[in-house]
């Protein structure tokens, strides 16, 4: 009888035991697939790839709260690791202006080559942008710009007015000059120049063909932020025939609403371009069909212009002598039928 | 609450008592209690000087660590003062926001240009305290509880900053404003200077005047501070005016680091503000602060953060680490002051 007992009792630990590893080894991964698994960074394939000197490059983001944010400091890893001759500090994402100026001071006093930067607000970190530069490091401003000139070398930005243009000019085509089409916005955070900049692209393309944003709303580029701002919306608007979501993370949310408000009659289009809304595309199953590539690899190409920089190279498919003081990335349309071209480089949310 | 001040030897003393061992006068006491606060600031900088070397003991980090350490110690040391006073405010946050945007619209800019920059910082100050007042006449003569009240307040506020600035961030354009605030006399830059002086305003003020002791006295028991003659009310709008002035010198403070205005800065700086306070020692029940330990309790913060910074670790291993070290902390001078007394 106690035998039984006991190895019961054996089987129970062993079982436990077992449970234990398993919440431990979850935890690992987890943390592990972080790093750089799927990335889709690469090198170039000239000269430029050559091991020169070696360049320290600091880096900073806001936090990845969302996936296209979590893809931007991958990817920028990713990168980084590609070349022996970069040494990328990652200083970890934030929301909190102060501490993103804090941690780019701590990059001046450790006086690092280079400083890729992503601000959480780009009027807010000028002064400490410019200040490095004062310092002699070369600033790369990604994604959200600065307001002064003087605070970067160089700047790499998303077309967020290009990507309205091309989420209406898709808009118009798909309606074929018909009149009074119902289109519906759903925007991300209000008081982003990028999100201002977006919808001024999409009402322009729109005015084109004679149509106008009937319904828009904005959310926060969260799940649970588009999910409350798209189910406002559908209630606002009982009838849609089209609806611009600026987001694929937030359109995880918005998707949700959209179905548990059973709606199905018009066309969505997304934002950014992850891979979750890429799949539904090319499944063509569910109300999205299309979205408008907005890269997750725009820090990435920041490492690699701040090497190019520092080591004093010139990109190799221009004639200039010097990196361009900005570059400007493509918001291509991603439907059904170029999807297979884009699936490659979307981001995980 | 009845039932926390039972547990609290200190506090049974009458509350009116001049000599009572409370504030940062309480001698050994006050030492005790600030000794584990000591010990974990210790521990912290020999991790920073061990993992990271010159990097972590230079000038330049240690000024790097206070300037990130100015704007949160001029609000906590508000906060302590509320808290000791048994109150919560959880709108400094957006307090501080809509100081910075009244500040940086264009037309106190113009006012800017054409009288001073002065005219910014007085309007952001202004603000502050006129939200401020507004919680404690709130909370004192509208019998509001202080939570609802402030919470009340954080979401008014942080919404009337969204409509002032139309969500966008102002930038700010008067050159005397950066340039001044920007300066580094002796190489101590002046937010840091400010934070200093709040400081030793805020000891002088809890420990060594009339006003310090009748905060401590309200907080610890209101009816046996109105029995002795104190007016309780007035002094708990006091209290809460004094925290919203340093939201609002807070305000100038971070636009002079952004050179903006936004209705996003400050967001949760409640939070911070509220765990340096009680860290520090001050008690959240109230009748029990002292403005050294929140000094520590924000230093500790601070230094946290520029450690995983220079080591390049996440942010949310350190939303973790902070969390212990709350605990921690807390344990450690319930610990020592039960021991002591």
């Known amino acids: 009888m106690s035998t039984i007992h006991h190895r019961r009792r054996r089987g129970l630990a062993l079982v436990g035991a077992f449970a234990a590893a398993t919440l431990v080894l979850g935890a690992c991964t987890n943390g592990s697939g972080d790093d750089d698994s799927n990335s889709n960074v690469s090198k170039s394939n000239t000269d430029n790839d050559k091991t020169g000197d070696k360049v320290v490059i600091g880096f900073s983001a806001p936090a990845a709260d969302h996936g296209w944010m979590g893809a931007i400091t991958k990817a920028a890893k990713a990168q980084a690791k590609q070349y022996d001759d970069v040494e990328l500090n990652v200083a970890e994402g934030t929301n909190d202006v102060n501490l993103q100026i804090s941690q780019v001071e701590t990059f001046i006093n450790d006086k690092v080559d280079a400083i890729v930067l992503l601000p959480f607000d780009g009027a807010a970190m000028t002064a400490v942008a410019r200040k490095a530069m004062d310092a002699g490091i070369v600033v790369i401003n990604v994604d959200r710009e600065f307001n002064s000139p003087f605070a970067a070398r160089s700047t790499v930005l998303g077309d967020n007015y290009g990507m309205g243009v091309s989420a209406g000019t898709f808009v118009c085509d798909d309606a074929k000059g018909a009149k009074g089409k119902k289109v519906a916005e759903i925007a991300g ?40 701002a798209a189910s406002n919306l559908l209630q606002a608007a009982p009838k849609i025939d089209y609806l611009w979501n600026h987001d694929d993370d937030q359109g995880v949310g918005v998707l949700a609403a959209i179905k548990n408000a059973n709606r199905d009659e018009f066309v969505m289009i997304g934002g950014a371009g992850s891979a979750n809304v890429m799949r539904d595309i090319k499944a063509d199953n569910t109300v999205l069909k299309a979205t408008v590539i907005y890269p997750s690899t725009q820090a990435a190409d920041g490492i690699k212009l701040a090497r190019l920089i520092v080591q004093g190279k010139s990109m190799s498919d221009l004639a200039e002598i010097e990196v361009p003081r900005q570059i400007k990335l493509a918001a291509p349309v991603v439907t059904k039928d170029n999807v297979d071209t884009y699936i490659k480089s979307a981001f995980e949310s | ?278 860290i520090g020692g001050t008690l959240l029940i109230g009748g029990r602060g002292t403005v050294v330990g929140t000094l520590f309790g924000v230093l500790i913060f601070t230094t946290l953060t520029n450690v995983f910074t220079l080591n390049n670790l996440s942010t949310s291993t350190q939303a973790v680490a902070k969390g212990v070290i709350i605990v921690v902390a807390v344990l450690l001078q319930q610990r020592i002051a039960n021991r002591k007394t």
């Open chain 1, 189 to 228: 955070i209000d008081s982003l120049p990028l999100t201002q900049d977006r919808s001024k692209g999409f009402a322009d393309a729109l005015k084109k063909c004679g149509l106008k944003v009937d319904n828009r709303v904005a959310a926060e580029f969260t799940v649970e932020s588009g999910e409350k």
């Open chain 2, 1 to 278: 609450m009845s039932d926390a001040l039972k547990h609290d030897p200190s506090l049974t003393v009458p509350a009116s008592t001049p000599t009572a061992p409370r504030g940062d006068r309480g001698g050994s006491l006050g030492v005790a209690r600030n000794l584990g606060l000591v010990v974990a600031l210790i521990v912290l900088c020999v991790v920073g000087v061990i993992t990271a070397g010159d990097r972590f003991a230079s000038t330049d980090n240690l000024v790097t660590i206070l300037r990130l350490a100015a704007v949160l110690g001029v609000v906590s040391i508000g906060m302590t003062f509320v808290i000791t006073g048994g109150g919560i405010d959880l709108s400094v946050g957006a307090i501080l926001a809509l100081s910075s945007v009244w500040a940086t619209t264009t037309g106190t800019q113009d006012m800017a240009d054409s009288i001073g920059w002065i005219a910014m910082v007085f309007s952001a100050v202004l603000v502050g305290t006129a939200c401020g007042l507004i919680n404690g006449l709130l909370i004192a003569y509208g019998r509001v509880v202080p939570f609802i009240a402030t919470l009340a307040m954080l979401a008014s506020a942080r919404g009337l900053a969204e409509l002032i600035a139309d969500r966008k961030t102002q930038i700010i354009t008067n050159q005397g404003f950066t340039d001044f605030f920007g300066a580094e006399p002796l190489g101590i830059p002046v937010i840091v200077i400010i934070f200093a002086l709040v400081t030793l305003g805020g000891w002088f003020l809890l420990n060594r005047t009339t006003f310090g002791r009748r905060t401590l006295a309200v907080g610890g028991n209101p009816e046996a501070a109105r029995l002795a003659g104190i007016k309780v009310q007035r002094h708990t709008v006091y209290l809460y005016t004094l925290l919203g002035a340093t939201c609002g010198i807070a305000a100038v403070m971070l636009m002079s680091r952004t050179t903006t205005g936004s209705s996003t800065h400050g967001a949760q700086l409640e939070l911070d503000a509220i765990a340096a306070v009680v």
